[in-house]
């Protein structure tokens, strides 16, 4: 399966997600969105976006994505296992494979499980941008 994003998927994501779910937390201050340089996320409309909503986006120096996202360092590896765990667990359970139907609630067990705030402060942790730690980064 390939997937992919463009500038209609950016600016309708930080509208209609991202804002709503970290404006209220906030509670007035400048919010930081850290992205990978993918041209889709510097648009002149989420630019403006960001501006008027005290967004700061902050993207990811060239080259160093391997090591400063923290899903792909942290959670995507355990979160593999976790599926794998829990869709034996509904095979064994129901006696049969896990249908369409039945995928999202398999996979939000899973999720569940294994995005809590403990892994969440792992991944910050792990790039090394808070607590700031710039050894993280080997040359």
């Known amino acids: ?3 992919w994003t463009s500038s209609e998927l950016m ?4 509208i209609n997600h991202f804002d709503p779910q ?7 201050r400048h919010r930081a969105l850290f992205m990978d340089g993918h041209s889709s996320h510097f648009t002149e409309p989420v630019i403006a976006f960001a501006l008027e909503n005290d967004i700061v986006i902050i993207g990811y120096p060239p080259h160093c994505t391997h090591a400063l996202q923290g899903l792909d360092i942290v959670c995507f590896a355990k979160f593999k296992a976790q599926l794998k765990k829990a869709v034996v667990n509904f095979e064994e359970q129901h006696g ?3 249908s369409k139907a039945d995928f999202m609630g398999v996979f939000g067990t899973a999720f569940n499980e294994l995005f809590d705030s403990d892994t ?3 991944v910050w942790k792990a790039t090394g941008l808070h607590p700031f730690d710039p050894s993280v980064i080997k040359p």
């Not at 600016?11 to 930080?14: E, N, Q, S, Y």
């Not at 970290?22 to 007035?28: I, L, N, S, V």
């Open 22 to 28: 970290t404006r209220e937390k906030a509670q007035g």
């Open 1 to 3: 399966m390939q997937c």
């Open 96 to 98: 049969q494979a896990v």
């Open 120 to 122: 969440i402060r792992a």
């Open 11 to 14: 600016i309708d994501w930080l």
